[in-house]
């Protein structure tokens, strides 16, 4: 069983920055999903556990980076020039195992509480 604990949201103006941690209690495959109030669970970037490789939505790319540090079975999602369409609730997921289908939610074993994170305009 891995526990996962989030932490790091809060409310930002647009174009700041925020960082999300999750503290996982195993070794995993990682992923950062956000919900948005009235909108589905999207995909936000994920992390191999030995942390060589990266992917991300496109909305994302260019603004957020996911990294981990295994020492403390933590992984983080520094997020830049943040938006108002960023507003949603950031979710930590995770499995024992690499998956193709990595944006699909349902292929993830372990969730976080969520990590309200609000952008103004």
């Known amino acids: 069983q891995v526990q996962l604990v989030e932490s790091g949201g809060g409310l930002v103006q647009a174009g700041g920055s925020l960082r999300l941690s999750c503290a996982a209690s195993g070794r995993t495959f990682s992923s950062w999903f956000r919900q948005a109030p009235g909108k589905e669970r999207e995909f936000v970037a994920a992390i191999t556990w030995s942390g060589s490789t990266t992917y991300y939505a496109d909305s994302v790319k260019g603004r957020f980076t996911i990294s981990r540090d295994n020492a403390n079975y933590t992984v983080y999602l520094q997020m830049n020039s943040l938006r108002p369409e960023d507003t949603a609730v950031y979710y930590c997921?995770?499995?024992?195992?690499?998956?193709?289908?990595?944006?699909?939610?349902?292929?993830?074993?372990?969730w976080g509480q969520g990590t309200q994170v609000t952008v103004s305009s």
């Open positions: 997921a995770a499995r024992l195992a690499y998956t193709t289908y990595f944006s699909d939610s349902r292929r993830y074993d372990y």
